[in-house]
Each structure stands twice: as structure tokens, then as C-alpha cells.
């Protein structure tokens, strides 16, 4: 299985949580694309699928077969109308900027009584040709007033998840990732796979 990314620790989540002894996990830079894929969906599922389908594009010229397996990510804010949304991680104009980012988000929520938002994650594999699954997790809470705790990325210091009091950046991964939405994600994926 081909995971679209070039991001050793996603390499290990999914194999962590998949735990399949049929496949091997392999990533762009292990099958020699080197190619950047310009991800002009206006869904995360568009993204994920343009991802997908250019990977296996490039396996197919290269006489190669395999799953391949891409996601798109996010957060989705109720009072943006679902903004950040595909652009969470250039939110504040550079992408991967997380400061910058969170810091935009808390100021076009200034005075929102609404603070309700999600973290969504999209995976698309491509199974078979002309195969296309979605599998969608998510995790669902609220927005901050302001930054708290220090673990993390990304916009975990501004976020709660529901049911909690902290924020993800004041949480140990553990505990974080037992309510990840590509971990929910991705044990949709498993339960698939499983059927195979």
C-alpha cells in the first residue's frame, strides 16, 4: 500500500492502526515519486482523490500495482461558515505558519458566541482501477478564547475537544490520539480492508 505522503510519522500511524501483515507500507519517496501534486479540490475528499489518483497514475506507468492511499485534513469552524476548512494550514497566508494561524482564527472568532468546530479528515484509496472509497473521520469541539498549553501542532492550542476541558496541546499524544479524526479515519479504512 502507497501512502501519498512523504511524512514518515502518518507512515506509522496508519501502519500502527491498520496492523495488516498482507501489506507493506510504503511512501512517495519509496517508490520514486518525486513529482509535487497540486491539490486544487474545493473538498477535502477532491484533495485526497487528486492526491490518490496522481500516485497511481505514476504507478501504473512503472508496471507497479498497489493500494494507494491518500488523505486531506482539516478543521471546520461553524461561525466561518466552515472555515479554515482545505486552507487550515495556510489559514494566515503561509502555509504552516501554526501561530499565525491560530492567531487569525481567534480573531475572526472575537466576540462569537458560536464557537463550535470540527477537525475532519478524508482518506480516498483507490483499491482496484477505477476504485475510488472515502473514509471520513472526525472530532468534533469548540474553539478557544486564546492559546493554551504547549504539545502538539497545528491548531491544538485553541482547540477542545467535546466531552473535555483541556485543549489538544495540553494533552500527552496518547490521550490526543485516542480521539484523532484520522485515527477514526482510518479504523474505517481497517474495517474495509478487512472485508477484502
Known amino acids: 500500500m502507497v501512502i501519498a505522503t512523504e511524512n514518515t510519522g502518518k507512515i506509522q500511524e496508519f501502519s500502527k492502526i491498520l496492523k ?61 461558515n ?18 499565525a494561524n491560530f492567531m487569525k482564527l481567534l480573531h475572526d472568532l472575537k466576540g462569537a458566541p458560536d464557537r463550535n468546530a470540527r477537525f475532519v479528515c478524508v482518506l480516498c484509496l483507490i483499491d482496484a482501477p477505477n476504485s475510488v472509497r472515502f473514509f471520513e473521520g472526525e472530532c468534533r469541539g469548540s474553539i478557544t478564547t486564546e492559546p493554551m498549553g504547549e504539545q502538539g501542532f497545528g491548531y491544538d ?5 467535546s466531552g473535555h476541558s483541556r485543549t489538544f496541546a495540553q494533552m500527552d499524544a496518547l490521550e490526543k490520539k485516542s480521539m484523532s479524526h484520522r485515527g477514526a479515519a482510518i479504523r474505517k479504512l481497517n474495517e474495509y480492508l478487512q472485508t477484502l
Do not use: C, W
Open 20 to 80: 495488516d501483515e498482507r501489506f507493506e507500507f510504503l511512501s512517495l519517496r519509496d517508490i520514486g515519486f518525486k513529482s509535487s501534486i497540486e491539490e486544487t479540490g474545493k473538498t477535502f475528499a477532491e484533495n485526497a482523490q487528486i492526491k490518490a489518483s496522481a500516485v497511481a497514475e505514476f504507478l501504473q506507468k512503472q508496471n507497479m500495482e498497489a493500494l494507494v492511499l491518500a488523505d486531506d485534513s482539516g478543521l471546520e469552524v461553524s461561525a466561518l
Open 157 to 161: 492550542p485553541v482547540f477542545i475537544p
Open 82 to 99: 466552515g472555515k479554515p476548512g482545505i486552507y487550515t494550514a495556510r489559514y494566515a497566508g503561509v502555509h504552516g505558519d501554526d501561530r
